[in-house]
């Protein structure tokens, strides 16, 4: 009699594994092995690559797929002439399995460590806006002090970053504080506002906000939902009364930016990613008044500790950030402490101190030579045309 399939989840899987009846099937070296062999079928989706790349015959990985099956007693391969694709228990598998490689080699490298000075890879993760600010002054931080580190660096989204710290593929990763937090320790590691950045010909100047219902009328180009960025435009204009108008949606940075400077619409980011480029005249940015600003996090597993190297990639983060804004290359930002009421202390200070900045302009203007209605514009475009 055939039997029935079961439902896998990925802490399914991780239950079995630590059982008696998975154990009496095989001996843990094999598992290691096997497991090593599945992941490789994973990433290639095709046996005899996979096989090429592990350096072993086709016939010994097929062989060493199909005893992984039986000891999992389901399939976990879909195979066709083109190759193979996973099946939803092997799709689960695949997800807890990369989780589990990184554990083993972080294993491996504090083992290592514990006679020697940092060893083995390191698996570091952070989004696009601060990747230009931040990566490489890391990253060469890291290689000099720890030569036998290897590092993988991923960009993603904060949503995606986060998510690949709490299944254990990155051992630390940049993220920002309005992605969930489950799974994660965090420190906070600086804060900085979001920019309306427009055209160089927009007339839009850092040291000149505009009011929040310019962001409300200006063509925007936005991520997609459900990016963190997206929400919080969404968010902060809807406790104005407000909703933006969105006229193209790009999910990349370059291409965000790209589409602005050619007259295509505004965005909002964060000061770290486009100060360079208002700096080249590229383009143009003002803050806006009356929106919070953006909160960066320094991410790791909760289930797990840190490696010898990723304890110094750790204080590498947080040393190079404070030395940028100290010395005035990310000068919009501030540093914040390394506890939880540090990021809501700096969200109190930056609401209480908007509306009142509000006030003073309103004072100003009224005070000197108003304009009447006819005369003012909202959008950002017919600013520039009045300089």
Not at 116 to 123: K, M
Request: hydrophobic share 40%; aromatic share 4%; net charge positive.
């Amino acid at each position: 009699m055939q039997q029935a399939h079961r439902t896998y989840t990925r802490d399914t899987f991780l239950v079995y594994l630590a059982s008696p009846q998975f154990h009496r099937a095989t001996t843990m070296p094999q598992t290691i092995l096997r497991f090593e062999y599945f992941l490789a079928v994973m990433e290639y989706r095709n046996i005899s690559h996979a096989a090429e790349a592990l350096r072993v015959s086709q016939p010994t990985l097929s062989r060493q797929i199909r005893a992984l099956e039986r000891e999992f007693n389901v399939p976990l391969l879909i195979r066709h002439g083109r190759g193979v694709s996973l099946t939803e228990a092997g799709t689960k598998l695949g997800e807890g399995l990369r989780g589990f490689d990184r554990q083993l080699r972080s294993l491996k490298d504090e083992v290592a460590a514990a006679s020697s000075e940092p060893s083995g890879e390191v698996a570091f993760g952070l989004p696009p806006s601060p990747r230009s600010l931040l990566a490489v002054p890391v990253i060469q931080r890291l290689t000099e002090a720890c030569p036998q580190v290897a590092v993988r660096i991923a960009e993603e989204t904060s949503g995606d970053i986060r998510d690949l710290v709490a299944s254990g593929e990155l051992d630390l990763a940049i993220t920002n504080s309005d992605e969930p937090m489950k799974g994660l320790l965090v420190d906070p590691l600086a804060t900085e506002p979001l920019l309306l950045v427009g055209p160089r010909s927009s007339g839009l100047s850092l040291g000149d906000p505009v009011p929040i219902s310019m962001l409300a009328k200006a063509p925007l180009v936005l991520t997609t939902r459900p990016n963190s960025l997206r929400r919080v435009v969404e968010h902060e204009l809807a406790r104005h009364g407000l909703r933006p108008q969105v006229r193209i949606e790009a999910n990349t940075l370059p291409l965000m930016t790209d589409l602005v400077a050619q007259g295509l619409g505004y965005t909002l980011l964060p000061s770290c990613s486009v100060l360079a480029l208002v700096h080249a005249g590229m383009l143009s940015a003002s803050p806006v008044s009356g929106i919070r600003g953006i909160t960066w996090m320094i991410a790791r597993p909760s289930n797990r500790g840190l490696s010898a190297a990723a304890k110094v990639l750790l204080e590498m983060i947080t040393a190079t950030a404070q030395d940028l804004i100290a010395a005035g290359r990310w000068p919009m930002a501030r540093a914040l402490g390394t506890s939880a009421p540090a990021i809501a202390a700096a969200r109190l200070a930056d609401s209480e101190t908007k509306p009142l900045r509000r006030r003073t302009r309103r004072k100003r203007r009224a005070g000197s030579n108003p304009k009447p209605a006819s005369a003012r514009s909202a959008t950002p475009t017919a600013r520039s045309r009045r300089r």
